[in-house]
């Protein structure tokens, strides 16, 4: 009997609704005692009832293992996967005395395009190791070309290397034989050089020695006149010079005692002088203490009368400062048309002096008997 086991929207260990099917050849064990378990099972049934039965039980099987795999050892491993099958379903179909003859796994599918997506990861997989190739191809053809350029470039290296030297080589051997020319050039021109400095010396030295000896003579003459001039000099100009300088330090020296002695001479004026008006500032001193001592004693003795009297002595010079500024005016004009009136204005300002000396100096002037005779006034 030939069975399709399907499987629709079960999930796998991973959660992946899966729709699988499969094809499986089972029949009915010939052996006795299994022939007569399949007669227990089946009797009485017809060939799509014994299908039905054997199939729920695969499908059963099948169900159970989808739940313990996941997607990728299911779609990857296909006949791992039935074998697993066969040998889960095996002992169960066999109590029914039905042998499975073989099981495969004809499709497996889903839904959520899970299946797809594995599909296109590894076809991605598959292109990125094309591509990595590809590179790595390239790569190790670029190394390969690189290194043939390298080696192409090493030997032109060494071509041009070899050309190189050769021409350093040339150019060195060129420069030594110019060297070798330009030194012999050189000392043969210094030679000559030298030849014509060494008659250019011989003749200045002669000319020297000429110079010289006239320089000598010249010289010898200068010395003479140098002789002569001093002499002449010494006679004319130092001896007069010496005497009127000795005279001009006598005279110096002569002004310079008269201004020391007019010094000390003014010096000792001006000492005198000082302890003289010291004596004099001393003496006045003493008496203007001694007169201050007699004042002060007949002030404190006499007490009131001498302190009138010295008010009445300091009278005079307050009306003369009162009155400084009357100095400035020409005349004073009463206007009154009463000459009675006049004389009573004076008598009024005489009234009211002792008001004016008892505010600014303390005394009182009504106290004194001519003031008040002049003043009419009474105590």
Known sequence: MTLQPRCEDVETAEGVALTVTGVAQVKIMTEKELLAVACEQFLGKNVQDIKNVVLQTLEGHLRSILGTLTVEQIYQDRDQFAKLVREVAA????????EILSFTIKDVYDKVDYLSSLGKTQTAVVQRDADIGVAEAERDAGIR???????????KFMADTKIADSKRAFELQKSAFSEEVNIKTAEAQL?????????????????????VVQRKKQIAVETQEILRTDKELIA????????????????????????????????????????????????????????????????QKYGD?????????????????????????????????????????????LAELPASVHA????????????????????
């Not at 002992?91 to 039905?98: A, C, Q, S």
């Not at 003749?203 to 020695?209: A, K, S, W």
């Not at 600014?360 to 105590?379: E, F, Y």
């Open 145 to 155: 070309e690189a290194e043939c350029k390298r080696e192409m470039l090493d030997v």
């Open 191 to 211: 030679a000559y050089e030298l030849q014509g400095a060494r008659e250019q010396q011989k003749i200045r030295q002669e000319e020297i020695e000429i110079e």
């Open 236 to 299: 004319t100009v130092r001896r007069p010079a010496e005497a009127e300088a000795h005279r001009m330090q006598q005279i110096a020296e002569g002004e310079k005692v008269k201004q020391v002695l007019l010094a000390q001479a003014e010096a000792e004026k001006i000492r005198k002088i000082g302890e003289a008006e010291a004596a004099v500032i001393e003496a006045m001193g003493k008496a203007e203490a001694e007169r201050m001592k007699l004042k002060a004693e007949a002030y």
């Open 360 to 379: 600014l100096t303390g005394v009182d002037l009504s106290k004194i008997p001519l003031i008040q005779k002049a003043t009419g006034v009474q105590v």
């Open 91 to 98: 002992p169960d179909v066999g109590r029914m005395g039905i």
């Open 305 to 349: 009368s001498a302190k009138m009297a010295m008010v009445l002595e300091a009278l005079p010079q307050i009306a003369a400062k009162v009155a400084a500024p009357l100095t400035k005016v020409d005349e004073i004009v009463v206007l009154t048309g009463d000459n009675n009136k006049v004389t009573s204005e004076v008598n009024r300002l």
